[in-house]
């Protein structure tokens, strides 16, 4: 629309010259329309979303992309932000990393993008953050879990905005080896969030005193698991430890339901997005696991929040928020704040609006924290596990939180970090 012309090479009529003159005079509704439009054709403010929308985070994937696009539109219907309305460029990663890494350069070469956000893969989110500090663009890791994007591979221009595998681990271990028990198998995803996260678990097996039964690796791709449950089944933990994530965890568990895996351990899942277990249903849906979030909870702006995404997304695989796209929703919206705060999009001057930014309105019971530090979002978990058929009350309502965990016991501790950020000299200016 932007680039057709309306009047070609012709001159004003004699009419168009009364009818401006007569404008003039009117003086405060044509000065009006004039700063009206002035205003509608300043430069867009450039989000580029890496959402996955094939592969192993697919349906996730497009549910964080529904919490994005929501985030922006209320902010556009307020008149965007530093009077410039907000566009999204989208592009699936297909949960590999070369694909990603070469989706998001075009993003930022060809799309001039002016931030990036997006990816659940932890093998993913690392590369694409390595890309983005090469830049100077923001980058918010929405929804992977790997340690190490805020840790040994932390960058100043990545934030992320999910719980990690230290907080779901640390979270969990003590209520699993006092009410479940100590002997415990582990199921490790053959990727960097699953090994990354055997490892911390491993560190809290030391801390309360659980014994390692065993250990099974789980490539990305498997679909057939018998092998693996006959294998538990004759070992005969107490827990099952599975460290896996996206579609394999769903095909593991749809085959365990079958297989009856539940009978011979109790099964723990330290990350669990609830598309995940949408696909699954409430019959073959077991076990315990770690959240964020869930739209059920009782806490200030989780009921207005959830009819505003009802409302938008009515005809969505999963008219709900979840987890994952209530990370998406406060991602976008807290990046488009820290821009208003900082009163441009240059990077550093709107990393700077981020670090230490305390997120009150969080739907949460707790505020959230982004740590100077590491960029790590510190808030709270809740421990959980999937109800029986018997006991939900709606279609959607297939979680029980149980407790609450709060951030200043959740969140690692600063003294184990082992984030080494690059200054702001060292960190390439973008945008502005």
């Not at 199921?187 to 065993?214: I, P, Q, S």
């Not at 579609?247 to 330290?270: C, H, M, N, S, Y």
Request: with cysteine.
């Amino acid at each position: 629309m932007g680039n057709r012309s309306t009047h070609g090479n012709k001159g004003l009529t004699r009419r168009q010259v009364l009818k401006a003159a007569a404008g003039i005079g009117a003086g405060v509704g044509f000065i009006g329309n004039w700063r009206w439009a002035r205003a509608q054709a300043k430069k867009p403010i450039v989000i580029g979303l890496t959402c996955d929308a094939t592969g192993t985070f697919a349906d996730s994937g497009q549910a964080e992309r529904r919490g994005m696009i929501l985030a922006i539109e209320e902010f556009n219907a307020k008149g965007g932000v530093l009077g410039r309305p907000i566009e999204h460029k989208w592009e699936d990663t297909e949960t590999d990393a070369s694909v990603a890494v070469r989706k998001a350069q075009r993003l930022i070469e060809r799309d001039k993008i002016d931030f990036m956000m997006g990816a659940l893969s932890s093998g993913v989110a690392a590369p694409l953050s390595e890309l983005a500090q090469r830049y100077g663009i923001i980058y918010f890791n929405s929804n992977s879990s790997s340690d190490t994007v805020t840790n040994e591979k932390c960058q100043r221009t990545n934030f992320a905005w999910d719980a990690n595998n230290w907080m779901f681990a640390y979270a969990l271990g003590p209520l699993v080896a006092k009410e479940l028990g100590k002997k415990w198998f582990l199921l490790t995803h053959d990727y960097v969030w699953g090994k990354n996260a055997t490892a911390v678990t491993r560190d809290v097996m030391k801390k309360v005193g659980a014994e390692e039964m065993g250990e099974l690796f789980i490539p990305q791709g498997a679909r057939d698991f018998s092998a693996q449950l006959l294998r538990i089944r004759s070992v005969k933990p107490q827990v099952v430890i599975a460290n896996m994530a996206g579609i394999e965890q769903t095909a593991l568990r749809e085959q365990a339901a079958e297989f009856g895996a539940e009978k011979d351990a109790a099964w723990v899942f330290p990350q669990q997005d609830f598309p995940d277990m949408v696909t699954l249903g409430p019959k073959k849906s077991f076990g315990y696991f770690c959240t964020t979030w869930h739209y059920t909870l009782n806490e200030p702006g989780v009921k207005e929040f959830t009819e505003r995404f009802q409302k938008r997304w009515a005809s969505a695989p999963i008219p709900v928020p979840d987890n994952v796209s209530c990370n998406g929703y406060l991602a976008a919206r807290e990046l488009l704040r820290a821009v208003e705060r900082a009163g441009t999009t240059k990077s550093h001057d709107v990393i700077k609006a981020l670090e230490g930014h305390v997120i009150k309105d969080n739907f949460r019971k707790f505020p959230s924290v982004i740590r100077e530090w590491d960029h790590l979002v510190g808030q709270m978990l809740y421990l959980a596990r999937t109800k029986k058929e018997s006991e939900m009350k709606g279609k959607y309502d297939m979680i029980d939180m149980m407790s609450a965990v709060p951030p200043e016991v959740a969140s690692p501790p600063r003294e184990i970090s082992k984030c080494k950020m690059q200054s702001y000299a060292e960190t390439p200016v973008y945008g502005g």
